[in-house]
């Protein structure tokens, strides 16, 4: 009998050995657990807590006394406490949160400044729920608080960025405009909605096309698709001149400078463009200023010079004849002399502008200098440049030009020549139709003379 009783409390004594170790290998795997939990919530600087609000016993996990600053040897957590560590302009919003909370109104989340017992300020994310005794009253909160200084710090020096960026952007004079990778307009700033006369709301989330003349749209989707297949575009870092669509349809001129990067993996285009529709105009007016006579609009020597050279190597190259008619208005100088130059200004100008009645869109007509002037006839014989010198001639002849109440009239003679084995260079013919017209001068003025043509 005591031996099966010893036996029986052999037993036992393994049982209790196999449980003690089972509690032994629990208690390892728990402290492992803690541990894990601890590291990860200092990695994640984030802590939990544990308040029974109805004995007011609040618990913090160490990585919340970490982030207060404070040591669990030293501080007993309470809410009480807890309340003195927010920065005084938070604590309503965070009395205003648990309030919420305890109401069953929405769970527990509220972002503020805590005061570090050094004075340094942090930033935290606090998050809980609230559990119901059996009576449906609020009895216990649990949640976790994340120190987000730094991201605050990031999400604050990044508004800041944008908010700078917005202000440059918003000073510049040329249109600023940022799109996503399918061509959707995200940035719209002041001077674009002054170029293209759409407000921002007008074009956000609008395609870019809305931009573009018709005859753009298609090349410009075309060369989208060829980018994201190849990584491979003609206008990424160049400064391009294409035309723009105003709101109203009209076109203009502009400057395109277009620029791609990448944010998150995806992609993004900005372009910067410039109306270029005033210094256009003024290209224009400079080249017109250039090359045309200021007095007739007639284009004036040095174009006259430019373009007869043009004619002559086009017409050796391709066997079309050519002619060059010059004129000169007779007595001039007995006019200027008598009537003064302003009226010598107004005959010049009805002089002209009989050219201009009587001369074909190929024809070019300028002025060489004084009361001279010159007719370049692409693909005209000589008989046809003689019937042109002729209708001219006869037109100035009945031409009377009104002038201070009084009626001006002046005759012309006219030297004509035409290309050919003789005059086949630019100073042969010119010089033959210069030399046909002094031969009409010295015939008696009022008449045409031509060039003898091999």
């Excluded at 919340?64 to 560590?85: N, S």
């Excluded at 005084?88 to 989340?109: F, G, I, N, T, W």
């Excluded at 940035?187 to 870019?208: L, R």
């Excluded at 014989?381 to 002046?410: C, F, H, I, P, W």
Aim: some cysteine.
């Amino acid at each position: 009998m005591a031996y099966e009783n010893i036996e029986e409390l052999i037993k036992k004594i393994k049982v209790l050995e196999l449980q003690i170790e089972q509690c032994d290998t629990i208690r390892h795997k728990l402290e492992k657990s803690e541990t894990s939990l601890a590291q990860a919530q200092r990695i994640a600087r984030m802590g939990n807590w544990d308040w029974d609000i109805v004995t007011n016993d609040l618990h913090w996990s160490d990585e919340i006394f970490r982030i207060f600053g404070l040591d669990p040897e030293e501080f007993e957590p309470t809410y009480k406490a807890f309340l003195h560590t927010i920065h005084p302009d938070d604590k309503d919003s965070v009395l205003k949160a648990v309030e919420r909370a305890l109401a069953q109104e929405e769970d527990y989340h509220v972002e503020h400044r805590i005061i570090l017992p050094d004075g340094t300020i942090r930033v935290v994310l606090e998050q809980g729920k609230v559990y119901l005794d059996e009576q449906k009253n609020s009895s216990r909160m649990i949640g976790t608080v994340q120190d987000i200084t730094e991201q605050k710090a990031m999400e604050t020096e990044l508004r800041q960025s944008e908010e700078r960026f917005r202000t440059v952007a918003n000073t510049a004079v040329d249109a600023i405009i940022i799109a996503d990778a399918k061509g959707t307009i995200l940035f719209w700033n002041i001077a674009a909605s002054k170029i293209f006369a759409y407000s921002q709301d007008e074009v956000i989330g609008k395609p870019a096309s809305i931009l573009m003349p018709r005859h753009y749209v298609e090349k410009h989707e075309r060369g989208m698709k060829n980018y994201h297949q190849t990584g491979e575009s003609d206008y990424l870092g160049n400064i391009l001149e294409f035309e723009g669509t105003r709101k109203d349809g009209s076109e203009f001129p502009l400057e395109l400078a277009v620029s791609s990067w990448t944010n998150g993996g995806e992609r993004f285009f900005t372009a910067i463009i410039r109306d270029s529709t005033i210094r256009k105009e003024l290209e224009k007016e400079l080249i017109h200023l250039a090359t045309r006579d200021g007095l007739t609009d007639l284009f004036n020597r040095s174009s006259f010079n430019t373009k007869f050279a043009k004619e002559i190597e086009r017409a050796l190259r391709y066997d079309k004849p050519l002619s060059l008619v010059i004129l000169d208005i007779d007595n001039f100088k007995l006019l200027n002399d008598t009537y003064g130059h302003p009226a010598g200004d107004a005959f010049l100008q009805a002089t002209a502008q009989v050219i201009l009645d009587n001369i074909r869109n190929i024809d070019i007509a300028a002025r060489l200098g004084g009361e001279e002037f010159v007719l370049i006839l692409p693909e005209t014989m000589m008989d046809s440049a003689m019937n042109m010198a002729e209708r001219l001639r006869q037109q100035m002849e009945s031409k009377t030009v009104e002038y201070n109440n009084m009626g001006l009239s002046k005759t012309i003679s006219v030297g004509v020549a035409s290309l050919s084995e003789s005059y086949n260079t630019f100073d042969t013919l010119l010089k033959a139709a210069d030399d046909a017209l002094y031969v009409a001068k010295r015939k008696g003025k009022n008449c045409i003379a031509c060039a003898n043509n091999d």
